[in-house]
Protein backbone atom coordinates (compact mmCIF):
# COMPACT_ATOMS: atom_id res chain seq x y z
CA UNK A 1 0.00 0.00 0.00
CA UNK A 2 1.76 3.48 -0.34
CA UNK A 3 2.17 5.76 1.69
CA UNK A 4 0.74 9.60 0.97
CA UNK A 5 0.28 12.63 2.83
CA UNK A 6 -1.53 15.91 1.94
CA UNK A 7 -0.31 19.44 3.50
CA UNK A 8 -2.17 22.61 3.24
CA UNK A 9 1.13 25.04 2.99
CA UNK A 10 -1.32 28.40 2.55
CA UNK A 11 -4.75 29.23 2.89
CA UNK A 12 -6.53 31.74 1.65
CA UNK A 13 -3.28 34.11 2.40
CA UNK A 14 -2.75 37.43 0.39
CA UNK A 15 0.49 37.61 -1.83
CA UNK A 16 1.31 40.70 -3.32
CA UNK A 17 4.84 40.96 -5.53
CA UNK A 18 7.44 38.10 -5.05
CA UNK A 19 6.65 35.12 -2.44
CA UNK A 20 7.76 31.95 -1.00
CA UNK A 21 5.66 29.40 0.38
CA UNK A 22 6.78 27.25 3.82
CA UNK A 23 8.88 24.51 2.95
CA UNK A 24 7.92 21.19 3.30
CA UNK A 25 10.40 18.35 3.84
CA UNK A 26 9.69 14.95 1.82
CA UNK A 27 12.91 13.13 1.20
CA UNK A 28 10.62 10.12 1.99
CA UNK A 29 8.26 10.95 -0.70
CA UNK A 30 8.94 9.32 -4.61
CA UNK A 31 6.87 12.21 -6.51
CA UNK A 32 4.84 15.46 -5.47
CA UNK A 33 2.27 17.68 -6.49
CA UNK A 34 1.73 21.25 -5.77
CA UNK A 35 -1.80 22.46 -6.14
CA UNK A 36 -2.63 26.21 -6.41
CA UNK A 37 -6.22 27.51 -5.99
CA UNK A 38 -6.59 31.08 -6.96
CA UNK A 39 -9.18 32.25 -4.71
CA UNK A 40 -9.35 35.72 -4.96
CA UNK A 41 -7.85 38.37 -8.04
CA UNK A 42 -7.71 42.37 -6.81
CA UNK A 43 -5.98 44.81 -8.90
CA UNK A 44 -5.39 45.60 -12.84
CA UNK A 45 -4.68 42.86 -14.81
CA UNK A 46 -3.46 40.73 -12.00
CA UNK A 47 -0.84 37.67 -13.23
CA UNK A 48 0.75 35.06 -10.92
CA UNK A 49 3.56 33.34 -11.72
CA UNK A 50 4.91 30.34 -9.44
CA UNK A 51 7.59 27.68 -9.84
CA UNK A 52 8.89 24.66 -8.00
CA UNK A 53 11.96 25.04 -5.79
CA UNK A 54 14.36 22.39 -4.22
CA UNK A 55 16.46 22.40 -1.17
CA UNK A 56 19.16 19.86 0.84
CA UNK A 57 18.62 21.25 3.94
CA UNK A 58 15.04 23.79 3.90
CA UNK A 59 17.45 26.97 3.82
CA UNK A 60 19.22 27.14 0.73
CA UNK A 61 17.20 27.20 -2.41
CA UNK A 62 17.22 26.53 -6.14
CA UNK A 63 14.42 26.32 -9.00
CA UNK A 64 13.74 22.43 -9.72
CA UNK A 65 12.39 23.93 -13.41
CA UNK A 66 9.52 23.24 -13.12
CA UNK A 67 7.06 25.90 -13.41
CA UNK A 68 3.00 26.56 -13.61
CA UNK A 69 2.10 28.53 -16.60
CA UNK A 70 1.15 31.83 -16.06
CA UNK A 71 -2.35 32.27 -14.25
CA UNK A 72 -4.64 35.14 -14.78
CA UNK A 73 -8.03 34.09 -13.55
CA UNK A 74 -9.41 32.18 -10.22
CA UNK A 75 -8.99 28.48 -10.40
CA UNK A 76 -7.30 25.70 -9.83
CA UNK A 77 -3.91 24.43 -11.01
CA UNK A 78 -1.21 21.77 -10.48
CA UNK A 79 1.98 20.96 -11.54
CA UNK A 80 3.85 17.02 -10.76
CA UNK A 81 7.36 17.24 -9.36
CA UNK A 82 9.78 13.89 -9.06
CA UNK A 83 13.22 13.50 -8.17
CA UNK A 84 13.47 16.54 -5.74
CA UNK A 85 15.53 15.63 -3.04
CA UNK A 86 14.60 16.62 0.56
CA UNK A 87 12.76 20.29 0.55
CA UNK A 88 10.05 21.80 -1.74
CA UNK A 89 8.84 25.12 -2.16
CA UNK A 90 7.37 27.48 -4.56
CA UNK A 91 8.71 30.76 -5.17
CA UNK A 92 6.20 33.03 -6.44
CA UNK A 93 5.15 36.76 -8.26
CA UNK A 94 2.23 38.41 -8.38
CA UNK A 95 2.29 41.04 -11.37
CA UNK A 96 -0.12 43.89 -12.18
CA UNK A 97 -0.97 47.39 -11.53
CA UNK A 98 -3.26 48.99 -8.86
CA UNK A 99 -7.03 48.95 -9.74
CA UNK A 100 -8.75 52.70 -9.59
CA UNK A 101 -9.44 52.39 -5.83
CA UNK A 102 -5.02 51.98 -5.41
CA UNK A 103 -5.81 48.36 -4.59
CA UNK A 104 -2.48 46.77 -5.54
CA UNK A 105 -2.29 43.19 -7.44
CA UNK A 106 -3.12 40.75 -4.68
CA UNK A 107 -3.72 36.84 -5.15
CA UNK A 108 -5.60 35.29 -2.46
CA UNK A 109 -4.09 31.73 -2.45
CA UNK A 110 -4.60 28.47 -1.41
CA UNK A 111 -1.92 26.03 -1.59
CA UNK A 112 -1.44 22.10 -0.97
CA UNK A 113 1.15 19.65 -1.26
CA UNK A 114 0.76 16.50 -1.88
CA UNK A 115 3.58 13.78 -1.48
CA UNK A 116 3.47 9.96 -2.04
CA UNK A 117 6.03 7.13 -1.53
Do not use: C
Not at 4 to 14: F, G, K, N, P
Not at 46 to 52: C, M, S
Amino acid sequence: MRQSITSTVEQRRDFTESFDTHPMEGAWAGEAIFFLTIEKLQGKDPIVQARVQISPDGVNWVDEGIAFSPMEETGLYFVRVRHFGGWLRLKGLVEGGSDAGGNPATANLTIHLVLKA
